[in-house]
């Protein structure tokens, strides 16, 4: 892998006690290599522990004009969170420059860092 490299650390503070947080973040991912698509993160904070933190990507798609892409989401359990975009490709990759779309699914805001 030539160019695998992390990208995007976004800290997000965590719901307070007894509240959860449901999230979609719509990405894009360029360089001559292309990936568009969602992904679905949530967790819960039961006094004070903040846990069940899951991401799921979905609706992804692709168009490389060579080489391969992979890209993997994670987040962790921390308050704040760090959800971070893994990108690996099979080429020795320029810039990559990530774009996106925070659309907030439950009554509590999103406070990014």
């Excluded at 308050?79 to 320029?94: C, D, G, H, R």
């Amino acid at each position: 892998m030539n160019g695998g490299r992390s990208l995007l650390p976004i800290r997000l503070v965590w719901p307070g006690d007894g509240t959860v947080r449901e999230v979609r973040l719509h990405y894009n991912l360029t360089d001559v290599q292309v990936e568009e698509g969602k992904i679905a993160y949530h967790a819960t904070n039961k006094a004070g522990t903040v846990a069940n933190n899951t991401t799921v990507k979905f609706g992804n798609q692709q168009a490389a004009t060579a080489g391969t892409l992979t890209v993997n989401w994670t987040i962790t359990a921390a308050n704040p969170a760090v959800l971070t975009i893994n990108a690996n490709s099979s080429l020795t990759p320029t810039v990559l420059r990530v774009t996106y779309n925070i659309e907030n699914l439950t009554q509590q805001a999103v406070a990014v860092q």
